[in-house]
Nanobody
Framework: QVQLVESGGGLVQAGGSLRLSCAAS????????MGWFRQAPGKDREFVAA????????EYADSVKGRFTISRVYGDNTVDLQMSSLKPEDTAVYYC?????????????????WGRGTPVTVSS
């Protein structure tokens, strides 16, 4: 099993920044993609960003392009999400996910492991 633990969520004013981190531990083998998803109250979980094992390939949701940056150190079991120019509509619980395949995807159904989430609230 793989355990994912998110940290860094909190309350921030619109226009501000936050940095989320996800630490993976457990039986980690091979290459895998790490992703971030979010779920706002009353809405479905949606894709935010994903990064390949090497960190050379990244994918973002249109709603966060140019504002959020996903990063990881090659071979490291942590992944960060730097969020800037935050908007009230970014308010959600943010989840870290891992996929046992080095192929980027915005579909939550293909991810194998999930963290419990960290809440982000952006006030106007």
């Amino acid at each position: 099993q793989v355990q994912l633990v998110e940290s860094g969520g909190g309350l921030v004013q619109a226009g501000g920044s936050l940095r989320l981190s996800c630490a993976a531990s457990g039986r980690i083998f091979g290459t895998y993609v790490m992703g971030w998803f979010r779920q706002a109250p009353g809405k479905d979980r949606e894709f935010v960003a994903a990064i390949s094992w090497s960190g050379s390939r990244k994918e973002y949701a249109d709603s966060v392009k140019g504002r959020f940056t996903i990063s990881r150190v090659y071979g490291d079991n942590t992944v960060d999400l730097q969020m800037s120019s935050l908007k009230p509509e970014d308010t959600a619980v943010y989840y870290c996910a891992a996929r046992r395949m080095d192929r980027l995807s915005g579909s939550s159904s293909v991810y194998d492991y999930w963290g419990r989430g960290t809440p982000v609230t952006v006030s106007s």
